[in-house]
């Protein structure tokens, strides 16, 4: 594990059977509260959105958004929103995935992705990779490139970047 991995891994609050019996949840919230160690996390995101040749930031719903913007300032690139739906003022377009029992959708505005740019997708975790997938699965709807998918935490024991196929994906740390 590298020294930012430490950093965050040090930081992130381990919340047992949260939402539900069962999950150990992992809380950012520490994260957010420490500058030092969100800085860094910034520092170490836009490291290699520059490094995938970013053209624009592409942040989920909620947690997501939180890390999207830091980076969008940082790295002066435009930002776009992955939300539930009905959360977005403007026409949008949707994107369905299945989940362990049933599926879900996410939406963006129907102009938020120009053609052939090249985004990155960001959020705080991936699990299953269903979101992700969909987020990704949208840019490319709207012809523009998945440069990476970006993410703080990684439970790869779920297995989530298979379901985001031969996309570049990085996490800063990995729970194995």
């Known amino acids: 594990m590298d020294a930012l991995a430490q950093t965050i891994a040090q930081v992130i609050r381990d919340v047992p059977d949260f939402p539900k019996p069962g999950?150990?949840?992992?809380?950012?919230?520490?994260?957010?509260?420490?500058?030092?160690?969100?800085?860094?996390?910034?520092g170490g995101l836009c490291e290699r959105a520059r490094a995938r040749g970013a053209e624009g930031l592409v942040a989920v719903e909620s947690r997501g958004f939180l890390f999207g913007a830091a980076m969008a300032?940082?790295?002066?690139?435009?930002?776009?929103l992955i939300r539930k739906p009905g959360k977005?003022?403007?026409?949008t377009v949707s994107m369905?995935?299945?989940?362990?029992?049933?599926?879900?959708?996410v939406e963006m505005h129907v102009d938020a992705?120009?053609?052939?740019?090249?985004?990155?997708?960001?959020?705080?975790?991936?699990?299953t990779?269903?979101?992700?997938a969909a987020a990704a699965d949208?840019?490319?709807?709207?012809?523009?490139k998945v440069a990476a998918c970006l993410f703080?935490?990684?439970?790869?024991?779920?297995?989530?970047?298979?379901?985001?196929?031969?996309?570049?994906?990085?996490?800063l740390v990995t729970y194995p």
């Open 129 to 132: 990779g269903g979101t992700a």
């Open 113 to 127: 992705v120009e053609a052939g740019r090249s985004y990155v997708v960001v959020d705080d975790l991936i699990a």
């Open 23 to 42: 999950i150990l949840f992992k809380d950012i919230t520490p994260l957010l509260a420490d500058h030092t160690a969100f800085r860094a996390t910034i």
């Open 88 to 91: 977005l003022p403007y026409k």
């Open 152 to 171: 703080v935490i990684e439970l790869g024991f779920l297995r989530g970047r298979e379901r985001l196929g031969a996309r570049p994906v990085e996490a």
């Open 73 to 80: 300032y940082e790295l002066q690139l435009p930002l776009q």
């Open 96 to 105: 369905s995935y299945q989940l362990e029992y049933g599926s879900d959708r």
């Open 138 to 144: 949208l840019v490319e709807m709207r012809r523009g």
